[in-house]
Each structure stands twice: as structure tokens, then as C-alpha cells.
């Protein structure tokens, strides 16, 4: 079995790192995954039928080692992108809703209780 990755896009910085979008081949069918880096971690997600095709945790896979050796080749380094990138901005990837919808009949606005500093003791 065979597994290879390729860079979609350089989603962003997040939480000290970076997150990338991976475009995953596993036996002809392709998916996808990110990466997190940093210069201190690294972070590997697959689809879950990559998953099932390997039988476990992609992280148990027996060419694991040699699927991140091969992303790592192909990432700029952490220590030139992370200042060249903005933090992630999940909107672009899931998109916002088209309207905020109110149901105000949900909650009994008698029922609410406001806590401030005085009152909690």
C-alpha cells in the first residue's frame, strides 16, 4: 500500500504553528488532510477511509515515517513561513451562514439569571 501527500494550501498560523492542506492519494482514491508544524511539532491528519484502507491510526501505518519525511520535503520551513503567513481564517474554508436566524420562544426570558460580583457570594 501506498500513500502520498501533496501541498494544497498554506492555510495559516494557528496556535504557534502552521496548518497546511493536503491533497491525500491511498490506493487511487484521493482525499484530504492537513499537516500542523512548528519548530517543535508535528501534527498528521487523514481522512478516516485513508484509515480503514490501512487497517488503524495512519500514525501506526508502517510507512508513516517515510509520508511525513516526504510533506516535510515539499514544506517551506517553519522558520521562513511563519513570518511570511497570517493566522488561518476558517471562514474562507467553511464559508459563513447565509443568515442568523432567532427562535425567541426557546428560552423564558424570566428564567434568566444574571451573576455579577455582588450576588455570587
Not at 508544524?37 to 515515517?65: A, M
Not at 517515510?66 to 481564517?89: F, M, N, T, W
Request: with cysteine; glycine share 8%; charged share 25%.
Amino acid at each position: 500500500m501506498e500513500i502520498k501527500a501533496d501541498i494544497i494550501d498554506y492555510m495559516g498560523k494557528y496556535s504557534g504553528g502552521v496548518i497546511v492542506l493536503l491533497s491525500i492519494e491511498c490506493d487511487g482514491s484521493f482525499t484530504e488532510g492537513t499537516i500542523y508544524y512548528s519548530d517543535k511539532d508535528i501534527v498528521l491528519t487523514v481522512d478516516e477511509s485513508v484509515e480503514d484502507s490501512i487497517g488503524g491510526p495512519v500514525y501506526d501505518w508502517p510507512g508513516y515515517r517515510a509520508l511525513l519525511e516526504s510533506i516535510l520535503s515539499k514544506l517551506v520551513p517553519y522558520e521562513e513561513i511563519s513570518g511570511r503567513i497570517d493566522d488561518v481564517d476558517f471562514d474562507k474554508y467553511i464559508g459563513k451562514p447565509e443568515k442568523s436566524v432567532f427562535i425567541s420562544d426557546e428560552v423564558d426570558p424570566t428564567s434568566i439569571l444574571v451573576a455579577t460580583q455582588s450576588n455570587l457570594a
